[in-house]
T-cell receptor
Framework: EPEVTQTPSHQVTQMGQEVILRCVPI?????FYWYRQILGQKVEFLVS????????KSEIFDDQFSVERPDGSNFTLKIRSTKLEDSAMYFC????????????FGAGSRLTVL | QKEVEQNSGPLSVPEGAIASLNCTYS??????FFWYRQYSGKSPELIMF????GDKEDGRFTAQLNKASQYVSLLIRDSQPSDSATYLC??????????FGTGTRLQVFP
């Protein structure tokens, strides 16, 4: 069954450092998303991406965050200067359709900021 | 602020029983409703989605939607210990984002 692949599975970084989380969405999907889940809290929407541009973003997705699709397969989330409160599980998801329908999530990348 | 509310649980049911999970949402414009299952330390996995008022059945799972009451539920028949997980309700208003509830932890004991 097709799956969304995320790397790394766990990253530990120092506060203020840049982090790039990588995702390979399902190959025929057109809509890509990043969500995050702070430990013990709800899954929160960060950003959606379609046709090489951001289609929607939340208030969490401030100037320190950016997304990119550098080639035909990867979809990345960059956090420019990490803060302690960025520690969370970051989930990439993809969908063949718009409107956040039927998302397939990756296994997640756990980010720990020290 | 659009909200999705769930009882955090845990909801404990014996094996073979029906588990009933409930969710309410604040935005009357919500159009699509989803139930995800999340095992501890894992990612959400879609179980069912429902768009129209009424019931939708898929195997042991039945989703129920009442838009007038802004209420969506998930019934799990013949509950198994492997169903023990956190069940996330998520809502979409035809934008590009899902709004998740905090989830209800289900425990099925043998």
């Amino acid at each position: 069954e097709p799956e969304v692949t995320q790397t790394p599975s766990h990253q530990v970084t120092q506060m203020g450092q840049e982090v790039i989380l990588r995702c390979v969405p399902i190959s025929n999907h057109l809509y890509f998303y990043w969500y995050r889940q702070i430990l013990g809290q709800k899954v929160e929407f960060l950003v959606s991406f379609y046709n090489n541009e951001i289609s929607e973003k939340s208030e969490i997705f401030d100037d320190q965050f950016s997304v990119e699709r550098p080639d035909g397969s990867n979809f990345t989330l960059k956090i420019r200067s990490t803060k302690l409160e960025d520690s969370a599980m970051y989930f990439c998801a993809s969908s063949p359709n718009s409107g956040a329908n039927v998302l397939t999530f990756g296994a997640g990348s756990r980010l720990t900021v020290l | 602020q659009k909200e999705v509310e769930q009882n955090s649980g845990p909801l404990s049911v014996p094996e073979g029983a029906i588990a009933s999970l409930n969710c309410t949402y604040s935005d009357r414009g919500s159009q699509s409703f989803f139930w995800y299952r999340q095992y501890s330390g894992k990612s959400p996995e879609l179980i069912m989605f429902i768009y129209s008022n009424g019931d939708k059945e898929d195997g042991r799972f039945t989703a129920q939607l009442n838009k007038a009451s802004q209420y969506v539920s998930l019934l799990i028949r013949d509950s198994q210990p492997s169903d023990s997980a956190t069940y996330l309700c998520a809502v979409n208003d035809h934008t590009d984002k899902l709004i998740f509830g905090t989830g209800t932890r289900l425990q099925v004991f043998p």
